[in-house]
């Protein structure tokens, strides 16, 4: 019988009903007494890492629950986080980054009704993130929720209520399981290196969702805060130019005091190709823009956090972005 361990960090899987609405205040142990058909195929330990709202996860947060995987790897087969799911999917991209080519599963899943509701998908997917942390086929960073497996650097939530409420974007499920049974559609690409543990994380990345009428000079406000910047652009990605608009300037500022710059697009699916516009091309060829292309927001930016924790070289930098990790990037620059 595998050994699984389960990180409980609060979220609403975890949820008791209060005055002030719903709070995260069930341990792991109290999660895993929902569920006790669970231990007639694995053997489950808990720790509690955290027990907050996931609205206020930190990336201080994802070191220490990359830390505890670290810490117990060698004593299970595979991991269980139980995890809020508003932010989820940057954390699954963030452990995706900070836990490379593990051939342990290191699963997160959550719910949207508190395990302890009469009706709720909590216990559902606790049960399928533990029988698939037993799976024979399972590695790497997962998402398990509503009877699918998602790579940690694919998924997004799409629904705010519904029980199925992540997708994986550009990216096949990996698996689904129902029931019992588990059906293995796709393996997550992996090195035989693993697992490989980093430690650093930079937290200083800023997103700007670009809108008709945005003053460019936001970037100028926030550039000492920060030294990361995503432009969310539109449709396949494009630098707004014109009298009204000063992101040529303010972009050559960002690269000359040494800050990265990173196009993305607003669309969900597909991504980016910045060069297809006149406004997307110029701005590419004058300034060397590093875009996500088929990349989701969350990867992007759990994927600059995690570079600009190991190196400050531009051109180093552009490398690792550009390097597919955990299957997070199929277009890549040439």
């Not at 606790?126 to 399972?138: I, Q, T």
């Not at 049974?181 to 930079?202: A, K, N, S, W």
Request: some cysteine; hydrophobic content about 40%.
């Amino acid at each position: 019988m595998k050994k699984v361990l389960l990180l409980a960090t609060g979220g609403t899987i975890a949820c008791k009903v209060t005055e002030d609405g719903l709070a995260p205040l069930l341990s792991g142990d109290e999660l895993m007494s929902y569920i006790p058909r669970a231990r007639e195929f694995c053997t489950v330990d808990t720790v509690q890492i955290m027990n907050i709202d996931s609205t206020n996860m930190h990336p201080e947060n994802w070191l220490k629950i990359a830390e505890a995987v670290e810490k117990y790897y060698d004593a299970y087969d595979g991991f269980v986080v139980a995890h809020g799911t508003d932010t989820m999917a940057y954390t699954a991209a963030a452990l995706s980054y900070l836990i490379q080519n593990s051939p342990k599963p290191i699963i997160l899943t959550g719910s949207q009704k508190p395990i302890s509701m009469d009706m709720t998908d909590a216990k559902q997917n606790l049960m399928d993130s533990l029988r698939y942390a037993c799976f024979s086929r399972a590695h790497g960073v997962t998402i398990v929720f509503g009877g699918k497996v998602i790579s940690g650097t694919r998924g997004r939530k799409m629904n705010t209520k519904s029980f199925d409420a992540f997708g994986s974007i550009n990216y096949p499920v990996l698996a689904v399981i129902h029931d019992s049974g588990i059906i293995q559609y796709l393996d997550l690409p992996m090195e035989l290196t693993g697992p490989v543990f980093y430690h650093r994380m930079d937290p200083r990345v800023f997103i700007l969702k670009l809108i008709p009428g945005i003053d460019p000079f936001v970037l100028r406000l926030v550039s000492n805060a920060y030294d990361a910047f995503v432009l969310e652009s539109y449709g396949v990605g494009g630098i707004p130019e014109g009298e009204h608009y000063t992101f040529r300037e303010e972009i050559s500022n960002l690269i000359s005091w040494g800050k990265t710059v990173v196009l993305t697009t607003q669309a969900v699916f597909e991504g980016s190709d910045i060069t297809v516009y006149h406004s997307g091309h110029t701005a590419k060829a004058e300034f060397g823009l590093m875009e996500s292309y088929d990349m989701t927001l969350e990867a992007t930016v759990a994927k600059l956090m995690w570079i600009l924790g190991q190196t400050r070289e531009p051109e180093k930098i552009k490398e690792l972005f550009n390097t597919p990790i955990a299957g997070d990037i199929l277009v890549q620059e040439e």
